[in-house]
């Protein structure tokens, strides 16, 4: 894949993604206690969020009760700002670029609120 862009934009996006996952993660793991059901649950999410959120299938060929679904997904925006920036070599000056970044952090924030929540719950 070519990249016309920041590779440290293209890191700290991946990173930040990955660290979201990392939270979503620890949502799944305050809620279930049962392993098995921990791991059905996050399957059960994250196909329809590989699907839906445009990095399989574009965004613009989805039927538009699950676009607007799709666009509430943590992947949708931040795989759309990942293309901007390795093919059209956009900067964070773009908006398209830094709404990746933010709803990436702002998925993140929540999932880890979440958790604690729950937790504080459990306990």
């Avoid at 590989?50 to 399989?56: N, R, V």
């Avoid at 009760?65 to 059209?88: H, V």
């Amino acid at each position: 894949m070519p990249n016309e862009g920041s590779l440290f934009l293209v890191i700290c996006l991946i990173l930040l993604q990955g660290i979201t996952g990392i939270s979503f993660g620890l949502v799944i793991s305050a809620g279930i206690d049962d392993e098995q059901s921990a791991n059905q649950a996050a399957l059960g999410v994250f196909y329809p969020n590989l699907i839906l959120s445009g990095i399989i299938w574009p965004v613009e060929c989805i039927p538009y009760p699950l676009r607007y679904l799709s666009l509430a997904l943590p992947q949708t925006y931040a795989s759309e700002s990942l293309r901007c920036i390795m093919y059209r070599g956009w900067g964070m000056s773009e908006m398209m670029v830094w709404r990746g970044f933010a709803f990436t952090l702002g998925w993140n924030t929540f999932f880890l609120i979440l958790a604690t929540v729950i937790l504080k719950l459990r306990t």
